[in-house]
């Protein structure tokens, strides 16, 4: 079974729009990464932000995680038509030493 | 490698053969995983090696999957008596250690069974 679940399940903006993406999951983790799948091929990593972190940063990218609300967020700034791929949350869970992935969220940018 | 290597890319297949899909990880990298992907789906763990740790093969769907991992390095999935419900893409990736780091994936490799 699949633990994280994105909200929404797709989402279409505009260029220069921010895009939120919201992962829930069932149990206490590790760590929670982000990742991004173009074209239904293989997945690049974008961020991972351990249990004992509540916000981390990278360029563009803005991750927010909530353990008490088992739910994380990831905000996208001021987008781009190259960030149109699929966003999928994954979590490690405490003492399983693999990743568990979400069903993922389809951006769309438009220019 | 600089990269998750597989092979190969895309793979046709009859119902009932047996198929063998291939990944090089990044050298170095001590972790392991396979996962696959239906058409429009998540990821599905399959199984996970890390070192010269036995296998996590809780995610193998059947006793027709099965995968080793030789030296540490190379990973052969093997699928034997194929059906059509096997056709998904077949996801390898690498991480420095089992815990607590990012994966790097391969580009897959898409198996299609008719």
């Known amino acids: 079974s699949q633990q994280g679940e994105e909200d929404p399940q797709a989402l279409s903006i505009q260029e220069g729009e921010n895009a939120t993406m919201n992962c829930s999951y069932k149990?206490?983790?590790?760590?929670l990464q982000w990742y991004r799948q173009n074209s239904g091929r293989g997945l690049v990593h974008l961020i991972l932000?351990?249990?004992?972190?509540r916000e981390k940063h990278s360029g563009r990218l803005r991750v927010t995680l909530d353990t008490s609300k088992k739910s994380s967020s990831l905000l996208i700034t001021a987008s781009r038509a190259a960030d149109t791929a699929s966003y999928f949350c994954?979590?490690?869970?405490?003492?399983?030493?693999?990743?568990?992935f979400g069903t993922g969220t389809r951006l769309l940018v438009s220019p | 490698g600089a990269g998750v290597s597989q092979s190969p890319s895309n793979k046709v297949t009859e119902k009932g053969k047996d198929v063998e899909l291939r990944c090089d990880p990044i050298?170095?990298?001590?972790?392991l995983y396979w996962y696959r992907q239906s058409l429009g789906q998540g990821l599905e763990f399959l199984i996970y090696?890390?070192?010269?740790?036995?296998?996590?093969k809780s995610g193998l769907p059947s006793d027709r999957f099965s995968a080793e991992r030789t030296g540490g390095s190379v990973s052969t999935l093997t699928i034997q008596r194929t059906q059509q419900e096997d056709s998904a893409v077949y996801l390898c990736?690498?991480?420095?250690?089992?815990?607590?780091?990012?994966?790097?994936f391969g580009s897959g490799t898409r198996l299609t069974v008719v």
């Open positions: 932000i351990r249990s004992n972190e």
């Open positions: 149990t206490s983790i590790n760590n």
């Open positions: 990736a690498s991480s420095l250690s089992g815990s607590g780091y990012g994966y790097t």
């Open positions: 090696f890390q070192g010269n740790s036995a296998p996590d």
């Open positions: 050298s170095g990298h001590t972790a």
């Open positions: 994954a979590t490690e869970g405490t003492g399983f030493q693999k990743l568990v």
